[in-house]
């Protein structure tokens, strides 16, 4: 019988001891469950606030940027010692940006990376207040005053846009850069507006063509075409109405339906994969006009413009890498008058510089992407258009 209990209170023993064990197995996985989920949270605000800050300095750069080429106006960027302004750094400049984007107060005294990320902000901001901006003003300035009629400053004006100047100036090169903040490294990238194809208002031709300079195939860039078409018709309908005919497609006419109001729109249509809308960002845009400025536009924008010609695509190309300003007259002098034209109705010159500056910011496993949109008005000063975290 003592053996008999004895082995009862073994078991309840070794009960118990499975239980104790089990649960201490169970808040530690809980534990360390909220550990991750914290740690999650700290990394994603991070990732989001760097993209964020980041795209202030690019802005603020890209600023700087348009200064020296005389695309802003004298004032638009102050602290400039030594009476060159393409020896300042764009770290020593006060640049002038209605509109930048606030960061919560409280980050000012939070410690770490979101701290550095909050002081260099604040650097920024300072910046423009000592320049005697706001930098949250609603509106720019206004605009310099308009030349009198018939004058050749005004007639020059209504040749190139509006700019007064015989030829654009000098553009900004596009592309990737690289952001520091705190030995982090936040990519960002530049591309202007201005040299992209409006989706809204294309010739369905000229979008199919593009795809095809982009590596599809032509059957493949007409069923692209076709989704595309075919989302913004169904947008058109009223809640369960159902599309009952196959529209008419007609090369010439733009896209039939609701346009589109984001590039982030096209995620999503049938055709579309993630590495050809990546390809398709530098070149759609929606609502920015239906004419390119030829300083900016990338090789397959100017492929499905019409122009094939290997050797008269390397010329633009390296003309837009120097930075030489390309007026439409340049370009058909360039390129010789047979193949400027099939891009002469699709150039303008003059055009107001509207530039995306997009970063992808990666803290661990979390990811913040920011994007900020500014034009330069008549009066010279940039400032933002739109301003948005988690662009796709």
Not at 105 to 114: D, N, S
Request: hydrophobic share 40%; with cysteine; charged share 25%.
């Amino acid at each position: 019988m003592d053996h008999a209990r004895r082995g009862y209170i073994l078991i309840a023993v070794m009960l118990a001891l499975t239980i104790c064990v089990t649960l201490s197995g169970a808040f530690a996985l809980s534990s360390h469950r909220g550990i991750v989920q914290a740690r999650v949270g700290v990394e994603s605000a991070q990732a989001q606030y760097l993209a964020r800050g980041a795209c202030i300095h690019a802005v603020r750069d890209l600023s700087v940027a348009l200064h020296r080429r005389g695309m802003v106006a004298r004032g638009a960027v102050e602290g400039a010692t030594t009476g060159d302004l393409s020896l300042v750094a764009p770290s020593q400049a006060s640049t002038r940006i209605q509109g930048l984007p606030e960061f919560p107060a409280e980050m000012a005294g939070a410690g770490g990376l979101l701290g550095a990320i909050a002081e260099a902000m604040g650097r920024v901001r300072e910046r423009q207040s000592a320049a005697g901006v706001n930098p949250d003003a609603d509106s720019p300035a206004g605009p310099a005053p308009a030349p009198a009629p018939g004058s050749d400053d005004a007639e020059r004006r209504a040749r190139n846009g509006g700019r007064g100047a015989d030829a654009p100036p000098p553009p900004v090169r596009m592309g990737m850069m690289t952001v520091n903040i705190d030995g982090e490294r936040i990519e960002a990238r530049i591309e202007s507006e201005t040299g992209k194809i409006n989706v809204n208002t294309a010739r369905r031709d000229t979008l199919v063509a593009l795809m095809i300079a982009l590596g599809e195939n032509e059957s493949d860039a007409r069923s692209i075409v076709n989704a595309i078409e075919d989302m913004m018709l169904r947008k058109a309908l009223a809640p369960g109405e159902v599309m009952r005919a196959t529209p008419a497609r007609v090369g010439e006419e733009p896209l039939r339906g609701v346009p589109l109001e984001r590039v982030e729109e096209l995620l999503g249509t049938p055709g579309i994969s993630a590495s050809l809308y990546v390809r398709l960002l530098s070149c759609l845009t929606v609502g920015y006009g239906s004419t390119v400025d030829p300083n900016y536009a990338p090789r397959p924008v100017l492929m499905a413009l019409g122009l094939r010609d290997p050797r008269a695509l390397d010329r633009i190309e390296q003309m837009q890498a120097n930075g030489e300003g390309l007026s439409r007259e340049r370009v058909r002098f360039l390129i010789g008058g047979a193949a400027f034209r099939a891009l002469d109705e699709h150039l303008a010159d003059g055009l107001s510089p509207i530039y995306t500056v997009r970063t992808h910011a990666v803290v661990g496993e979390s990811v913040g992407r920011h994007l900020i949109r500014i034009g330069v008005g008549e009066n010279g000063v940039p400032r933002v258009l739109e301003s948005r975290d988690g662009w796709i």
